[in-house]
């Protein structure tokens, strides 16, 4: 089992790099699923307005509630991420290697895509996760020891990720 996870203190650096970790492999053949939470520079800088593409073909799903102007709180609407986590499970029977965006609230209460990560494990397929500073002593409970930092450097993420890959093939 391999379980590597990447966590930044820089705003929205961990999903820059495993969005361009997951382009990057699969330009090289790497068949991924997962989620990975796109950065739009041209987004408007809402905290809470969370759109996932789910891999490997990138489909867009948003997966927070609409709120009205200057109401504050979790925008993260638990049925549509379940849908998301759904395709997830769905797509995991053609994949060398699994990337979960985010390892956060949900799933340090064992929903979200904990389960994926379970299956993933269970396959034998590497595992590569998103880890935001305030849920890092939650997720390596969770891992149990079994999980291993890389920087948020995308070419240091991308070579551990394809050499996981081969080791599995081999």
């Not at 990057?24 to 796109?38: F, K, N, W």
């Not at 880890?131 to 551990?160: K, Y």
Request: aromatic share 4%; hydrophobic share 45%.
């Amino acid at each position: 089992m391999e379980i590597r996870y990447v966590c930044s203190d820089e705003e929205r650096r961990t999903d820059a790099v495993l969005s361009a970790v997951a382009q990057r492999a699969a330009a090289l053949g790497i068949a991924l699923a997962g989620t990975v939470q796109p950065v739009d520079p041209d987004a408007p800088p809402e905290k809470c307005n969370i759109v996932l593409a789910l891999l490997p073909d990138g489909e867009r799903r948003n997966v927070s509630f609409d709120l009205a102007p200057g109401m504050t709180g979790c925008r993260l609407d638990p049925d549509a991420l379940e849908a998301a986590v759904m395709a997830v499970h769905d797509r995991l029977p053609g994949a060398q290697g699994l990337v979960v965006n985010k390892f956060g609230k949900q799933e340090a209460v064992g929903r979200g895509l904990v389960g994926a990560i379970g299956e993933a494990c269970a396959r034998g397929l590497p595992v590569l996760v998103g880890v935001s500073p305030q849920w890092r002593e939650a997720f390596l409970a969770f891992a149990g020891g079994a999980a291993e930092p890389l920087p948020a450097d995308e070419d240091q993420v991308l070579a551990w990720l394809q050499a996981a890959c081969l080791r599995r093939v081999a």
